[in-house]
């Protein structure tokens, strides 16, 4: 190795990437925008001079860092935006690689090539996380996911390591509170399952037994596509609503498909994807639903978009 040469490679530098977009990409809940905010750190890293960049002892920890504080300032920014969006917003589902890659063998790497599916990428994990303070999701999405210290952490929220754990802590106290009992992936798909059957078959008395009487529908069509603009409450309700959409939605596939990591639905027409529903459920009953109908958020949902 040459004299004052860094101790890291090009490779080394580009082999970050998806670290930073799973980290990114639980900050946000939008793959869109973790790929943007990735790309821009990126960029402000080549942007630095050659001796800049040999300087820096660990160019993961830097771009890190960077892309730590870009998604900050994201987050501050999408509350105010998502004030002025139309309807409940929900985050970006994740399907499955082996699903959605069908017939879509561009040769081209996807950032959701490259996210880790697994309990922090959930619907219902995203969705408590959407509740905390920008801080307050950084310092505990760094800490309790991917185990960075709080001195780390505290570079890049720019408070003390002790203020940094106190926000990490109030995070994971929202967690629990919001955490619904332990259901099995086996469990959860059988009541997807039962739920898909019933919905096709229009049985509305079985759909209301499977529904949990305190069920909660949240939809977010972005004001792109019709929906429910309000959260729908209670199980009756839900499957009043659910009966309607079949009656209005004729020649709509329903398939069962992993959704963010855990056994969810699709719906497609004429072979796109319209809408993707994913689901807790506990004692053999679905509690919370979660439909995604902005087309926006659906692109990586119809092989060949």
Known sequence: MARGAPAWSAADVAGERRQLINIAYRLLGSLAEAEDAVQEAYARW???????????????????????RICLDVLGSARARRERYVGAWLPEPLPDRREWADGRDTGVVDPADQI?????????????????????????????????????????????????????????????GERAPVTTAAAQAEVVRRVKEAWEAKDITALVGLLDPGAVMTADGGGLVGTVLRPVEGGARIAQYM????????????????????????????????????????????????VVRNPEKLRLWTPGE
């Open 116 to 176: 880790t599916l697994d309990e922090s990428v959930t619907m219902a994990f995203l969705v408590v996380l959407e509740s905390m303070t920008p801080a307050e999701r950084v310092s505990f999405v760094l800490h309790d996911v991917f185990r960075y210290s709080f001195p780390e952490i505290a570079r890049i929220v720019g408070r003390t390591p002790g203020a940094c754990r106190e926000l990490a802590s109030s995070a994971r106290r929202r967690v629990r």
């Open 243 to 290: 009966i309607a959409i079949a009656d209005k939605a004729p020649g709509l596939r329903l398939l069962e498909r992993s959704v963010a990591g855990a056994p969810g639905l699709i719906a497609q027409h004429a072979g796109v994807t319209a809408t993707v529903a994913a689901f807790d459920a506990s004692g053999g009953r679905a509690t919370r639903i979660w």
């Open 46 to 68: 080549y942007a630095r001079s050659r001796s800049e960049r040999a300087a820096v002892v660990s160019p993961g920890a830097w771009l890190t860092t960077v892309t730590g």
